[in-house]
């Protein structure tokens, strides 16, 4: 289990690495511009070949990239719709530019219209996205807290999309708030156990391949999109010792999303806590 964080890019992407090096994090995220913005960066070559060397220097690996706050594929509005998808495919690319992993982002919210009216436009747009890209790469859904009508909030309806989708490169990133968020309680360890249960069943253990690791503003099935510093909210540090102690998370990169504590996002101070509670429970 590697533990890392998202990462600012400023400066070059290879200064992406300095700083999750000076954080003391072993593997990243990062946007490829900014996250609410649809225009997107454009890489040279050369600072590709220094953010790879970087990597190779560091070993801070694996990457994965961010999708674009913006996008929403269970959108009424066909332009955004048309943005969306044109957002994924470039991140997607850049994936293979960076040896990133993949792009994890929030598939969007039906405002209302409900699951069932928007889930065939969410699965073809899956499909278009996963067709444009290298095959090398993986298109990453992200659980939903459940706020103002998100879809994922549920693990049956990412399932549901996935199975419709048929590619082995459609996977998975749990957010640990939105679980919580959402009534999942992974606090305790019969909730987790019940929960992780049903992801096997509903999604499949080996569509898991990151997760983001927030505490929570919101108290369980509270339904709101709110981080919070490890330890400092309503999971706990028990709570998280306890994801990482289920062996469906133990060769898992965590991805901190938290505010920090000087409010700058994500900091040395939360890895090294994310650090103890993996030696804690026993992991290498």
């Not at 992801?199 to 080996?206: E, N, S």
Request: glycine share 10%; charged share 25%; aromatic share 6%.
């Amino acid at each position: 289990m590697k533990i890392g964080a998202h990462v600012k890019t400023a400066g070059g992407v290879d200064k992406a690495i300095d700083r999750a090096e000076e954080m003391g994090a072993e593997t990243i995220q990062i946007f490829s511009g900014a996250p609410q913005a649809w225009r997107r960066k454009e890489y040279r070559p050369e600072e590709v070949e220094t953010y790879r060397a970087r990597v190779a220097e560091t070993g801070i690996e694996p990457a994965f990239l961010h999708g674009v706050y913006l996008v929403n594929l269970a959108t009424s509005n066909q332009e955004n719709l048309a943005k969306s998808l044109d957002a994924l495919v470039h991140d997607m690319n850049v994936c293979r530019l960076l040896g990133a992993l993949g792009v994890i982002f929030h598939i969007g919210s039906h405002r209302g219209a409900g699951y069932e009216q928007v889930f065939r436009q969410v699965v073809d747009s899956v499909c278009r996205v996963v067709e444009a890209t290298p095959e090398d790469t993986w298109l990453i859904l992200e659980n939903s807290a459940g706020m103002g009508g998100a879809v994922g909030s549920k693990f049956d309806e990412l399932g549901r999309i996935i199975r419709e989708a048929g590619s082995p490169r459609v996977k998975v990133c749990l957010d640990t708030q939105h679980m919580f968020a959402a009534g999942y309680d992974v606090k305790t360890k019969d909730g987790l156990e019940a929960a992780m249960s049903e992801f096997d069943a509903d999604v499949g253990l080996d569509r898991l391949v990151a997760v983001h690791a927030n505490d929570s503003k919101c108290p369980l099935a509270g339904g709101v999109d709110r981080h919070e510093n490890i330890g400092e909210g309503h999971i706990g540090l028990d709570g998280l010792q306890n994801v990482m102690s289920h062996p469906a998370f133990r060769e898992v990169p965590f991805l901190l999303e938290v505010p920090g504590f000087d409010n700058q996002g994500p900091d040395q101070r939360n890895v090294e806590i994310l650090k103890g509670l993996r030696e804690k429970a026993g992991l290498p």
